[in-house]
T-cell receptor
Framework: NAGVTQTPKFQVLKTGQSMTLQCAQD?????MSWYRQDPGMGLRLIHY???????DQGEVPNGYNVSRSTTEDFPLRLLSAAPSQTSVYFC?????????????FGSGTRLTVV | RKEVEQDPGPFNVPEGATVAFNCTYS??????FFWYRQDCRKEPKLLMS???SGNEDGRFTAQLNRASQYISLLIRDSKLSDSATYLC??????????FGTGTRLLVSP
């Protein structure tokens, strides 16, 4: 049982480049989300989805797009990378949006924008 | 003011010690509360939920004081393997988890 799988684990981008961070889960979880973690800031919610075809913005959505065409996959797209997007990105999923079920996180993508 | 505040530490304790972490939250409408553990350069993992009546899981005890908007985590008989960052997490509404910046614990032999 793989849980939540994120790829790539590491990435270096040049300013202005675009890329997609992949996230897949095999637990049939309806709820998926993307967080970024920066030193001294805690994890901040970028976008989330409560099911296939439904997405919404979190706390820091600017510069990112998401889509949810299947229950399993929730990719995060950086449209035009900026140095301020240098961060560690975590994908998380949950049986339900209600957090009492607990979130399962992927192992993260470390992104550096130069 | 941050929505969830924690002392960043680090807390340096010897093996076998008891250590307590505190956390305060600002949104009085917050619905549920958690402690997550995060090892260095790893993803956060759910340690335990926190209930108003207090709850225990082995060496770990969590307490919630809604009136004071305060959450605590007590670790008894600390192990080397307890060294990690402990994240206080608050659900301020459906689908919105707010994470504290974490308290770092270092357990030494």
């Amino acid at each position: 049982n793989a849980g939540v799988t994120q790829t790539p684990k590491f990435q270096v981008l040049k300013t202005g480049q675009s890329m997609t961070l992949q996230c897949a889960q095999d637990m049939n979880h309806e709820y998926m989300s993307w967080y970024r973690q920066d030193p001294g800031m805690g994890l901040r919610l970028i976008h989330y989805s409560v099911g296939a075809g439904i997405t919404d913005q979190g706390e820091v959505p600017n510069g990112y797009n998401v889509s949810r065409s299947t229950t399993e996959d929730f990719p995060l797209r950086l449209l035009s990378a900026a140095p301020s997007q240098t961060s560690v990105y975590f994908c998380a999923s949950s049986y339900s949006g209600h957090a009492n079920y607990g979130y399962t996180f992927g192992s993260g993508t470390r992104l550096t924008v130069v | 003011r941050k929505e969830v505040e924690q002392d960043p530490g680090p807390f340096n304790v010897p093996e076998g010690a008891t250590v307590a972490f505190n956390c305060t939250y600002s949104n009085s409408a917050s619905q549920s509360f958690f402690w997550y553990r995060q090892d260095c350069r790893k993803e956060p993992k759910l340690l335990m939920s926190v209930y108003s009546s207090g709850n225990e899981d082995g060496r770990f005890t969590a307490q919630l004081n809604r009136a004071s908007q305060y959450i605590s985590l007590l670790i008894r008989d600390s192990k080397l393997s307890d060294s990690a960052t402990y994240l206080c997490v608050v659900n301020t509404g459906f689908q919105k988890l707010v994470f504290g910046t974490g308290t770092r614990l270092l357990v030494s032999p």
